[in-house]
C-alpha cells in the first residue's frame, strides 16, 4: 500500500487530466499474437511474467507461485489486515479464517446465519480503511431470507451488526464483492438474483454496485439524493478495483453471449438485461473489455500497483491480465496466464507488499478438485517502471 501511494504521489505532481471515450479489448487470441498485440499497444506490456509496461508498477511474476494454504473449501472473500495477514471466508461453512504464510489457517470467526445453497453463502470481505482505529471486518453473506452485509470486530466476532439487509436472494447471481474505495466508502456489488428487470429499476438494490458509509447510511455525494444505488443495469458483479486515479473498475458476468469489465461511473447504466456487450446505444455504457463465457466468466479483480488489471476466471479456469493506460485507463489487450494450471480461479487480491493472492474454487460443485483443493497461491511483486510525462 505504500509503494502504491509513492508512485501515486510523486505522478500527480506531473500528471495532466486525460479524457476520452473508453476504447473496447477482446480476447480473440491469448497466445503469441495476443502478447504481440499488446506490446505493440504499450511497450512491454505482456511478458512470460505479466504485463510490465503499462504503468509504474510492474505487475507479479507469475513464474513463482508460492502456496500459502491449502484444504480450504470455496475460499470466496479475502481482505488483507495491517499486519499483511489475510482474512478469509469460506462460502459454504461461514468461517472466517486467518492466513499467514508459512503458517496454518486458523478461524477467527463464525458467521451466523450463512445459508449457502447453490452460489449462496459467505460471499465477500472487506476490512475497514480505519481499522487500526475501528477494528471492523465486513461480510456479505446469503442468509435464509435475503442478501446481508454485516460487521464485526475480531475482538468479539461473535457480535455481528448487520448494516444492509433485503438484498433479494437466490440460488444463482447474488454478486456478493465487498471492498472499500479510495473514498472511505464501501461499494457492493449485488447480483440481479434471476430477475433480470430489476436491474434496470432504479428502486430496486439488486443488479447494481451500491456505495455505503461504513455504518451503512446513503453517504451524501452518491448519484440519487437517499438512494445506495451507484451504477445500474448489471447482472452478477463479483470483482471491483481501483487504479491508481481512483477509476472504478467491475467484473460481470454475462448470459450466454458476452462477460465483460466495465469502467464505473457514477449513475451510470451499464444495461442489462436491455444489452449485453458493446452495443453502441448511446443510453448505455458499453464495456472496456469482453470476453466469450467459456474463456472468462469473471469473478474477482484486483489491480496491482494502480495500473495492471488481474481477473479470475471461473470456467476459463485462467487469469486474464489486462494492462490498463497510465493516464487515461483504457485497456490494452488482455492476455491468459495460468491456464488450468490451478483450475477454476474465485478470487485475485493485492497485499500489502506488493504481492497478488489468487484463490481457487475447484471444490464449488463445477470444478475438478485435486487433492490439496482448495488452494491459495500468492506471486511475487516485480519492479518499478515509471512511464513518460503525459
Known sequence: ??????????????????????????????????????????????????????????????????VVATGLVVPWGLAFLPDGSALVGERNSGRVLRVRRGAAPQQ????????????????????????????????????????????????????????????ARASAHNGGRIAFGPDGMLYAGVGDAGVAATA???????????????????PLTNPTAGSLVYSLGHRNVQGLAWDWRGRLYATEFGANTWDEVNRIVPGGNYGWPVVEGVAGDPRFRDPIVTWRPAEASPSGAAIVGGTVLYVAALRGARLWVVPLNFWTGRPGTPTAHLVGVYGRLRTVEEAPDGSLWVTTSNRDGRGTPAADDDRIVRFPPRGWWFPPAA
Not at 501515486?8 to 473496447?24: E, I, K, R
Not at 464485526?152 to 444492509?164: K, M
Not at 434496470?200 to 446513503?218: A, E, M, T
Open 108 to 167: 477467527v470467526a463464525q458467521i451466523a446465519g450463512v445459508f449457502a445453497v447453490g452460489e449462496g453463502g459467505l460471499l465477500g470481505l472487506a476490512v475497514s480503511p480505519r481499522f487500526r482505529r475501528d477494528g471492523y471486518v465486513y461480510a456479505y453473506f446469503t442468509s435464509a431470507v435475503d442478501n446481508r452485509i454485516v460487521r464485526f470486530r475480531l475482538t468479539a466476532p461473535q457480535v455481528q451488526q448487520p448494516i444492509l439487509t433485503g438484498l
Open 1 to 66: 500500500m505504500r509503494r502504491r501511494s509513492i508512485v501515486a504521489g510523486v505522478l500527480l505532481t506531473v500528471c495532466v487530466g486525460v479524457s476520452g471515450p473508453p476504447t473496447v479489448a477482446t480476447a480473440a487470441s491469448t497466445h503469441a499474437s495476443a502478447a504481440t498485440a499488446a506490446a505493440s499497444t504499450h511497450p512491454s506490456a505482456a511478458t512470460a511474467s505479466g504485463p510490465t509496461g503499462a504503468a509504474g508498477w510492474r505487475g507479479v511474476d507469475l513464474t513463482r507461485p508460492e
Open 200 to 218: 434496470q429499476d432504479p428502486r430496486s438494490r439488486n443488479g447494481k454496485i451500491l456505495r455505503l458509509r461504513p455504518d451503512g447510511g446513503v
